[in-house]
């Protein structure tokens, strides 16, 4: 019955006003509003979810004429999506953030849901964990945190959204505007535009929770935490984990040196495949794009790409000197 009540709301198109470009907005932003109501008229989970990943990230005051309607209107492709691919955790993430992201919003159902589908992610408490702090909540923070140290695995689904995202845009490409995304370069660039906007949730929370002086129980239930977070799908989770480390390990013992070696190699990492992450001839960045969301679609983890770009350009794994 929930899934017909979405269907008849998808045909009264409700969203589809509020997911318009105002008059003065750019055109990118109306290819990106016509897009958005394309993918609505398609239905299916992966096109919902992509539409309400163009609704929010338009969902400006300068692009919208009203961005609050345009969140709110994201929120509710993003559940009818998961409704659709109830064990996607890539589609439950979108709608948990969106959600976040949305004033008024109640995470409780998005944030249940996605426990049920991955219970052995810590990332999925982060929403959780910033309402409590908002709350002022001790007790509550304790318990998230130790909830978010059982976890196996820290994960924002980066690079599975992306994929979603572009595969979504290019099967759809026929309906959408013919200037909008019109290739692979441009589909994995708006794909990654997307992601890096909605996806990635902010890390102040664990940060803010796991701050110096904290007693013997939650630092326990951090440092556990920080070293799941070392292991993230993003490098933004890894460094969050590798800061935390540091301020709880003593400042001149090992750990501390450990840590900074792999901070050094992180970042040495990322800044040398951004370096070289580009094709030898021009007409190469379709193919180039191609390739990117094949490695996407073999790891996870946004690391690996930049491994596996230093390793095809024969560059070092690691910085001259160990960086020092």
Not at 8 to 15: K, N
Not at 71 to 96: G, H, M
Request: one cysteine or more; proline letters at 7%.
């Amino acid at each position: 019955m929930l899934l017909s009540l979405h269907s008849m709301l998808a045909i009264a198109a409700p969203a589809s006003s509020e997911c318009a470009a105002a008059p003065a907005a750019g055109k990118y932003s109306v290819w990106r509003a016509d897009a958005a109501q394309a993918l609505i008229s398609r239905a299916d989970a992966p096109s919902l979810a992509t539409a309400a990943a163009l609704c929010f990230v338009g969902s400006t005051p300068r692009a919208r004429s009203d961005p609050a309607a345009s969140k709110a209107a994201a929120v509710d492709l993003a559940a009818r999506a998961s409704e659709l691919d109830p064990q996607n955790p890539s589609i439950a993430w979108l709608r948990l953030q969106l959600c976040a992201g949305t004033p008024g919003c109640d995470i409780r159902d998005a944030a249940t849901t996605l426990r049920w589908v991955d219970a052995d992610n810590g990332a999925v408490w982060l929403p959780t964990l910033a309402a409590a702090e908002r709350s002022g909540d001790p007790t509550e923070i304790d318990r998230i945190l130790q909830d978010m140290a059982q976890g196996s695995r820290f994960d924002f689904y980066r690079n599975p959204t992306i994929v979603l995202l572009f595969d979504t845009l290019k099967l759809a490409r026929a309906d959408l505007p013919s200037r909008y995304v019109p290739s692979d370069l441009s589909r994995l660039s708006e794909a990654m535009v997307l992601a890096g906007a909605e996806i990635v949730s902010p890390l102040s929370a664990v940060a803010n929770a796991c701050r110096e002086g904290s007693d013997a129980q939650r630092r326990d239930s951090c440092l556990k935490l920080s070293r799941i977070m070392q292991r993230a799908d993003t490098v933004a989770a890894q460094m969050a984990g590798l800061h935390i480390e540091k301020r709880l390990a003593p400042p001149d013992g090992r750990e501390a040196r450990a840590i900074a070696d792999r901070r050094r190699v992180l970042e040495w990492r990322v800044s040398a495949a951004s370096q070289y992450d580009a094709p030898d001839l021009p007409w190469l960045k379709n193919a180039l794009a191609r390739e990117r969301i094949a490695q996407m679609r073999r790891t996870p983890r946004e690391e690996d790409i930049d491994i596996a770009i230093l390793r095809k350009r024969r560059i070092p794994l690691e910085p001259p000197d160990g960086g020092r």
